[in-house]
Every structure is written in C-alpha cells, then in structure tokens.
C-alpha cells in the first residue's frame, strides 16, 4: 500500500501559514491527472489564499471550522455544461483525492468537507462566491501545514467484501 494512502488522515488543526502558490499548482496539477467520466475533465477549481476567505467558510458549512487556521483551501467544483450532475461527483471525487493524497506527499495537512449535495451549501457557496449557475460546488478542501497528527488506522472490513 502506498505510503500516503496509509498516513492521509483528516486533518482539522492548522498553523495558519500560508501555503505557497508552487504548491497549490502542484496540488492542482496532481488534482487534473485525476480520470473523468468520457474524459471530459469537468472538474474547476477556486483556490482560497485570502484570509477574508477562509475565514467566512465557517459560516456557509457548518462543518469547516478549521478553515479558520488553513493556510489555503480549494473549492473544487463541475461545470454541468459538459455532464450531467452524477458525473460531476464522480469526477471531482477522484481529483480530491488526488489533491489529498498530493497533499499527503507533501507533508501538509488537508480535510474534505462535502458541500454537494446540500442545496443550502450550494447555495451558500455560489452566492458568496458569486459562482455561474454551470458550476456547482462539491467540496472544499482545507490546506496547510497540520498542528495534529494522526497514526494509521486498519479499515479493511472482511465483512464488507464479496467474492465470487
């Protein structure tokens, strides 16, 4: 197993410092050698790096809290003009977890937060961030160097699994 898949954890304590922008497009580049379905590479990106930014997300997902001591987040996003919205949730999922595993390789700490399928956070999203009605927000990711570490935990369920 690769190393990074062991060590990725949620990570929700940050140091605030920023992240660097060669980091960011490391972690972007990383995020669009992700597949997507027919190839149609439907997948957007927002990069958070202001402080006012980071700051507000708290209030539009109640969940992302540690967005207030990121050093950076991205809001990964689907442009429904090249798939239907099922699609768009395949796609992005695949290119977060590239940008979580990227992230691990690199030693920063990173947290997924869902926005879709929420219609609340969709719209709470699109309208902070004035976002077209052709993308749709999916998640945001929290980014930096992590005040928190967690060891590896076994998931693998016997049970879960059938083999014929």
């Known amino acids: 197993m690769l190393k990074e898949i062991e060590k990725r954890r949620s990570i929700r304590k940050f140091n605030k410092e920023a992240v660097k922008q060669e980091t960011l497009e490391v972690l972007l ?7 997507t379905a027919m190839n149609k590479q439907t997948w957007r990106f927002l990069v958070l790096q202001r402080r006012e930014d980071l700051d507000v997300l708290p209030s539009l997902h109640p969940y992302a809290n540690m967005m207030k001591s990121a050093g950076a987040a991205i809001i990964v996003m689907g442009d429904r003009t ?13 290119a977060i977890m ?4 990227e992230a691990t390789h690199l030693g ?5 937060c869902a926005i879709a399928p929420s219609k609340e956070r969709i719209d709470a999203f699109s309208n902070y961030f004035a976002l077209s009605k052709e993308l749709l927000p999916i998640a945001v990711i929290a980014l930096g160097e992590g005040m928190e ?6 998931r693998y369920d016997p049970a879960k699994v059938q083999w014929r």
Do not use: T, V
């Not at 580049?29 to 597949?35: E, F, V, W």
């Not at 570490?149 to 076994?154: H, L, N, P, R, V």
């Open 98 to 101: 590239n940008i979580l595993l």
């Open 149 to 154: 570490s967690k060891g590896f935990e076994d």
């Open 82 to 94: 090249l798939n239907s919205d099922p699609y768009l949730y395949c796609d992005a999922s695949a």
């Open 29 to 35: 580049r990383s995020a669009m050698q992700a597949p």
């Open 108 to 112: 920063l700490g990173s947290c997924w």
